[in-house]
């Protein structure tokens, strides 16, 4: 009988600070802090692995064009709470905030994990695992301007304490079939927490050119999900197919804002597109499909590719899913000859085929890069000298998934030279 083996603990501390000063436009801090451990060890025929991680972070937002200097808190000088919230509630019918978009946030969040495995036979291994995640959010309004402060006849729980918890699993096995096909798959019932922005923003957003609400009371984003890998090898040629299926019982996304007649609403502040956090009900699968072929001659090897791979996202209405990737193609060349390689790839992004509604169109287009590089390494460091350029065709490119595609396309043409070193 197997006896029960430990093989292993690790334990980290990873503190982090992350500070963004946009004097133009306002400030964004976060502090966190980490604690974890891992252990790794044998139960009768599984190789288990375990992790445990706590974190602790507080997250703050300043936005006063051109006035925030520091992190503070907002007077309070006896005016009545939430007047300007409340007027725009009243006039415009949504509670448009020109103050500091969310209050503060003090976060702490537990997690577990355990991963297991075995080999079933000398080609067949069987996966399990579970994660489990125990989060509050303490939202703090000490930083929210008076007048934009949420009162509690707007909405008693606004500032509550949100505790939540999710979890996760999953099955795989994968399996070497033959000296030729192998394979992998993986079933998996997933839950993810909403972020602090997703829940409590309320406010211009400058990086994104918009105006964002939020929903404090979203749900965990759930889904069922199905994914499988296969491939076949066959002399110089090798097939590598993939396809998945997620069923979401509430996929988490953000949609522009209408009114009822279906007209793209604005903030009433900078003229922008108003957009609004939800979770639905989607459905999103897809398929890649990837050809290789490998020849040496000599000390040269050359290898040649090309890969197809299309992604449809829809909501359970029949409608579309905005910003999913559009199909695309890649064809690839290489060439390696000792520490030398070359590299020549040309990608196609089919232009947008299935837009949701009000979501503009994008057109396709054609992407040309090239490598060509030195590798080597001394008794003191390895390095890499290289000459690459992406985009040498110099099209004009837009990236579907950006919410600003339409105001910043993808960069012209670039032509690169460096030298990376690793001591």
Not at 203 to 229: C, K, P
Not at 303 to 324: K, Y
């Amino acid at each position: 009988m197997k006896k029960n083996i430990l093989k292993s603990i690790a334990l980290a501390f990873n503190p982090t600070t992350i500070e963004m000063d946009q004097k133009r436009y306002g400030l964004f801090g976060q502090k966190q802090s980490s604690i974890s451990t891992m252990f790794d060890f044998e139960l009768g025929m599984w190789n288990v692995k375990a992790n445990v991680e706590y974190q602790d972070s507080q997250l703050q937002v300043c936005h006063e064009h051109g006035k925030c200097t520091k992190f503070y808190d907002a007077q309070r000088t006896g005016i009545e709470d939430g007047v300007a919230l409340q007027q725009n509630i009243d006039n415009l019918g949504l509670a448009y905030s020109h103050g500091h978009p969310m209050p503060n946030i003090s976060e702490s969040l537990l997690k577990g994990g355990l991963s297991m495995s075995q080999f079933m036979d000398d080609d067949t291994e069987l996966t399990a695992a579970l994660r489990l995640e125990k989060r509050a959010i303490n939202p703090d309004s000490k930083n929210i301007q008076e007048v934009w402060l949420v009162t509690p006849e707007i909405d008693p729980n606004y500032y509550e304490t949100i505790n939540d918890v999710a979890y996760s699993t999953s099955i795989g096995i994968g399996s070497f079939v033959s000296d030729t096909l192998s394979y992998q798959t993986s079933l998996s019932y997933v839950q993810r927490l909403p972020s602090s922005t997703e829940l409590f923003w309320n406010g211009f957003h400058h990086a994104t050119d918009s105006y964002i609400f939020g929903d404090r009371y979203l749900n965990n984003e759930q889904s069922v999900n199905f994914d499988i890998d296969t491939m076949l090898s066959f002399n110089a040629y090798t097939t590598k197919l993939s396809a998945f299926y997620y069923h979401f019982y509430n996929y988490i996304y953000q949609e522009p804002l209408a009114d009822a007649s279906g007209v793209l609403l604005v903030d009433p502040f900078h003229q922008s597109d108003v957009w609004v956090v939800r979770g639905v009900g989607a459905r999103v699968y897809g398929a890649a499909i990837k050809e290789s072929y490998t020849k040496k001659v000599s000390a040269h090897t050359f290898n040649t590719s090309i890969n197809l791979e299309a992604i449809r996202g829809v909501l359970f209405d029949g409608s579309n899913l905005p910003r999913i990737p559009t199909f695309s193609s890649t064809f690839t060349l290489e060439h390696l000859y000792k520490e030398y390689k070359t590299n020549l790839s040309y990608k196609h992004v089919d232009e947008s085929r299935y837009e949701a509604k009000n979501e503009t169109h994008t057109p396709s287009y054609g992407w040309l890069s090239a490598l060509v590089s030195y590798d080597n390494k001394t008794s003191f460091c390895e390095y890499s000298l290289y000459l690459k350029g992406e985009n040498l065709t110099d099209s004009i490119a837009y990236n579907h998934l950006s919410f600003l595609k339409a105001t910043a396309p993808l960069a012209g043409r670039q032509i690169t030279a460096g030298l990376d070193m690793k001591f």
